[in-house]
């Protein structure tokens, strides 16, 4: 059945592919899940910090954000991120973000609620003695979170940070919905364009196959790395 | 140094952890505390740098009221050292660092200022070596004698311990206990729960027994160990002392 098929297409294909689809693919990986870890710890610690106010508003925002399916968020983030930002910043016209900056942003909050739950029950795997003496030692709440505890929580989490971090590298492949050139996207369009549809579609599953693949394996090594030194 | 009036703690409405609980440590002294398990042995020594609130009453450690809302804690507790039974080394830092991480975050002296201090303190616990591992690769005599190390290197005023030996094997009890020991000579005031009776009989100068969230007993060491007053101190020393 694969007579007719034409490899070479790909091979051609390649600096297009690579250079700049999957260039954006990882630079929006690696910015959401920094930005997602950042407000996600956030998250948590918000929930966490016993004051019930702050707590609820974080809880129905990651529930919120687990009940939507992601393609919806991004498209409708797309639609709307002009006309809050007219809002927030009292423009007369709606603001044009761009679709890479609307899709970090959805990115960075969508999986801020993931990052958030993981964040926080890395906080909780922390035995309180810890804090205590942190404060023993007259460090404040804030740097007693700096220093002792979420260096820990990160620490003890990092395989599932990464996982979630896998999820969040093919997830962003939804992005096409607003024909952006990710790997995925660029593969799509040389496929339109030459008609060679199930090579570039076989060709961009190995490839994410292949990068998820190598990244669980990285996994396991750490979380074998990390059980021998705890 | 130390003036605990009237505390009363409860946990829930229903449950009182610590009952009108009066005493003192005053400049220089060693006072042991003792009795039975979840008597509020404890509660009643994280009440003193306020790591655990209690409902009425009044502490002060010098001078300072540790439950005025005004009180600036974090600073309060930097200078009142304390020692944890499961030790509470941070995990993640080296020995030295984890000397240094208060004296640089909280008294802010400089990096180099705090490794000097650290060192000292390291090599009068015998750990000098010890200072580029990690806590996992120590014993637990060892990192419990860095935990009385760190809490040393913030110059505390006074120093509380919390059964700071039972949680030991017993062939490293005592390297920790000489520690104490020598910081008793030193003049050191010291709160120190334990039930280890030679050590109170060496050092203290007042033991107090618990029981049931009260201070059932509050004496001179020669008083406690001659003829405790109490039936309940007088069988929890039969108890313990029979071992
Ligand atoms: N956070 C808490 N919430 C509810 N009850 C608690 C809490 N912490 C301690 N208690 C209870 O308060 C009582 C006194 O506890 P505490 O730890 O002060 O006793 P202790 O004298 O130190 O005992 P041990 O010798 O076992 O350490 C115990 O009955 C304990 O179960
Ligand atoms: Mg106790």
Known sequence: MFGNLDFDVIRRAL???????????????????????????????????????????????????????????????????????????????????????????????????????????????????????????????????????????????????????????????????????????????????????????????????????????????????????? | MIEISHVNKWYTPSFQVLTDCTT????????????????????????????????????SVDGTKVNDPKTNLPKLRSRVGMVFQHFELFPHLKIIDNLCLAQEKVLNRSRDKAMAKGMQLLERVGLKEQAQKFPANLSGGQQQRVAIARALAMDPIVMLFDEPTSALDPEMVSEVLDVMVDLAHEGMTMMVVTHEMGFARKVANRVIFMDRGEIVEDAAKEDFFGKPRSDRAQKFLSKILSH
């Open chain 1, 15 to 230: 600096p297009y592919l690579f250079f700049e689809g999957m260039t954006f693919t990882l630079t929006l990986t690696g910015l959401a899940a920094l930005g997602g870890l950042v407000f996600g710890t956030a998250l948590a610690l918000m929930r966490l910090s016993g004051f019930k106010i702050l707590g609820r508003i974080a809880g129905v925002y990651v529930d919120f954000m687990r009940s939507l399916p992601l393609v919806l968020v991004i498209f409708w983030f797309y639609f709307l991120v002009p006309y809050i930002g007219q809002w927030v910043t009292g423009a007369s016209r709606p603001i044009s973000v761009g679709a890479f900056a609307s899709s970090l942003i959805t990115f960075i909050m969508f999986e801020a609620a993931y990052f958030s739950e993981i964040m926080r029950a890395g906080i909780q795997s922390i035995s309180r003695g810890q804090p205590a003496a942190a404060s023993a030692l007259g460090l404040t709440y804030g740097q007693t979170m700096r220093y002792v505890v979420l260096p820990q929580a990160f620490r003890n989490m990092l395989p599932v940070l990464i996982t979630q971090t896998i999820v969040l590298f093919q997830d962003t492949s939804l992005v096409y919905v607003l024909s952006i050139t990710d790997f995925l996207g660029a593969a799509s369009k040389v496929a339109q364009r030459d008609g060679r549809l199930v090579e570039m579609y076989l060709f961009a599953a190995v490839v994410y196959f292949t990068i998820s693949c190598i990244a669980s394996y990285a996994v396991r090594r750490l979380q074998a790395r990390i059980a021998i030194v705890r």
């Open chain 2, 24 to 59: 003192s440590v005053t400049k220089g002294e060693v006072v042991v505390v003792c009795g039975p398990s979840g008597s509020g042995k404890s509660t009643l020594i994280k009440c003193v740098n306020a790591l655990e609130p209690f409902q009425s009453g009044d502490i």
